[in-house]
């Protein structure tokens, strides 16, 4: 499976970005999937996560009522829509997915089946 991240940019604060990452191969709706981020100088941040069908998502605290986690199987698509963006938002965001669909919590873990390449989002004050 190779996971490929995009949709980044540069926005004011305030603004909002779409993530998309597509995913290759057959089994993309049977895995759970989330998004990460990474700023230099700090520790890889788990931000939201989804099961295989969708039915249930989980968001770190700093993103909650901000980001929405969502996928598209039929496109073998997930999606970040990041509203209300903050420069503490600035980061590469990496997707990731899990094989067993419905095992979110080994996000927590960094416990990650594949990962893909990152999307920089920049969040200007």
């Known amino acids: 499976v190779q996971l490929q991240a995009y949709g980044g940019g540069l926005v004011q604060a305030g603004g909002s970005l779409r993530l998309s990452c597509a995913a290759s191969g057959r089994t993309f709706s049977s895995y759970a999937m989330a998004w990460f981020r990474h700023t230099p100088g700090k520790e890889l941040e788990f931000v939201a996560a989804i099961t295989w069908s969708g039915g249930s998502t989980y968001y770190a605290d700093s993103v909650k009522g901000r980001f929405t986690i969502s996928r598209d199987n039929a496109k073998n698509t997930v999606y970040l829509q990041m509203n209300s963006l903050r420069p503490e938002d600035t980061a590469v965001y990496y997707c990731?997915?899990?094989?067993?669909?419905?095992?979110?919590?080994?996000?927590?873990?960094?416990?990650?089946?594949?990962w893909g390449q990152g999307t920089q989002v920049t969040v200007s004050s």
């Open positions: 990731a997915a899990v094989v067993d669909g419905s095992s979110w919590t080994r996000f927590l873990r960094y416990e990650c089946d594949y």
